[in-house]
């Protein structure tokens, strides 16, 4: 190979690596848009299905950290102290992970199914709750992420969460 072809075939393997990486669920994620396609004992007003769109600017966005770790994934739910939920991965792969976040202070938890659709992360959650010995489905929706160049937690947890921003 000449002179020439060494830069030309390094910036060629960069781009390959910047490809690989955008194809894995590794990185900052926040929400784009969430919809509800379920809620029990709902009120005649309340709608479904319909994507409600969400500003990118937001101060409480809904804000993820995925990365590699050893043997699998890891997840870092930003808007929520890990002090009061705790967050654990059931199962991960480069274009899927589903996750459970529980509050400390709650029998309920939300179960997260996420995976990569196209340049999106698109998540399917359930909240669900114990009742009379059984788990009953309090409420399931819908949404969708977008990858950021970078996250972080903006100030300390308010009700609403702990304020992100992300860019």
Request: with cysteine.
């Amino acid at each position: 190979m000449n002179k020439r072809g060494i830069p030309v075939l390094l910036l060629f393997s960069l781009a390959c690596t910047a490809v690989q990486a955008q194809q894995t669920i590794e990185g900052f994620w926040q929400d784009v848009a969430g919809r509800t396609t379920f809620k029990r004992n709902a009120l005649p007003a309340d709608t479904y299905g319909a994507w409600n769109e969400r500003e990118l600017d937001a101060t409480y966005p809904q804000a993820k950290l995925i990365r590699k770790s050893a043997s699998s994934f890891e997840l870092t739910d930003l808007n929520y102290d890990e002090s009061d939920y705790s967050v654990r991965v059931v199962h991960a792969e480069a274009g899927r992970i589903a996750f459970v976040r529980k509050p400390s202070w709650s029998a309920c938890r939300m179960e997260h199914d996420c995976r990569l659709d196209g340049a999106e992360l698109f998540c399917s959650m359930q909240n669900v709750c114990p009742q009379d010995g059984r788990d009953v489905v309090e409420w399931r929706g819908d949404e969708r992420y977008i990858r950021r160049e970078h996250c972080q937690r903006d100030g300390s947890a308010q009700m609403q969460g702990i304020p992100v921003k992300c860019r």
